[in-house]
C-alpha cells in the first residue's frame, strides 16, 4: 500500500494559480505513473492530467490543456499540478493517484487504484 496526500488547495480568484503537490509514503518502490483527477459536486470524477514515471510523457484533459502542467519529483516521492489561468469551472476536489500498472499511463479512474483523500479547490469569478 502507499499512502498519497493532497495539499496546496484553497480559493484562489479567476485568473489566479494555484500548485498542488501530493507526497507519497509507505511502498513507493516500482515505475508507476501517476495521475490527477477532479470531482466537482454532483458530477463523476474526471481525469485531469497523467504523468509517466521518468516524466517524459504527460497527458492532459482537454479543459486544462495549456494551462495545468504535471511534474514529478522522484526523489521526493511528490506529484505537482501547476495550475494557471483558473477559471470557476476549475472548481473542484482534486485528488492524486498512483496507476494499477507500470506499463501503461491511462486517463480513466479505473486504471488507478492508490488515491489521496483530496484537496478543494475554489475558484471565484
Known amino acids: 500500500q502507499v499512502k498519497l496526500v493532497e495539499s496546496g488547495g484553497g480559493l484562489v480568484q479567476a485568473g489566479g494559480s494555484l500548485r498542488l503537490s501530493c507526497a507519497a509514503s509507505?511502498?513507493?518502490?516500482?515505475?508507476?505513473?501517476m495521475g490527477w483527477f477532479r470531482q466537482a459536486p454532483g458530477k463523476e470524477r474526471e481525469f485531469v492530467a497523467s504523468?509517466?514515471?521518468?516524466?517524459?510523457?504527460?497527458y492532459y484533459a482537454d479543459s486544462v490543456k495549456g494551462r495545468f502542467t504535471i511534474s514529478r519529483d522522484n526523489a521526493e516521492n511528490t506529484l505537482y499540478l501547476q495550475m494557471n489561468s483558473l477559471k470557476p469551472e476549475d472548481t473542484a476536489v482534486y485528488y492524486c493517484?498512483?496507476?494499477?500498472?507500470?506499463?501503461?499511463?491511462?486517463?480513466?479512474?479505473?486504471?488507478?487504484?492508490?488515491w489521496g483523500l483530496g484537496t478543494q479547490v475554489t475558484v471565484s469569478s
Open positions: 493517484a498512483r496507476s494499477r500498472n507500470t506499463w501503461t499511463i491511462r486517463t480513466d479512474t479505473k486504471s488507478y487504484n492508490q
Open positions: 509507505g511502498r513507493t518502490s516500482g515505475s508507476f505513473p
Open positions: 504523468i509517466s514515471w521518468s516524466g517524459d510523457i504527460t
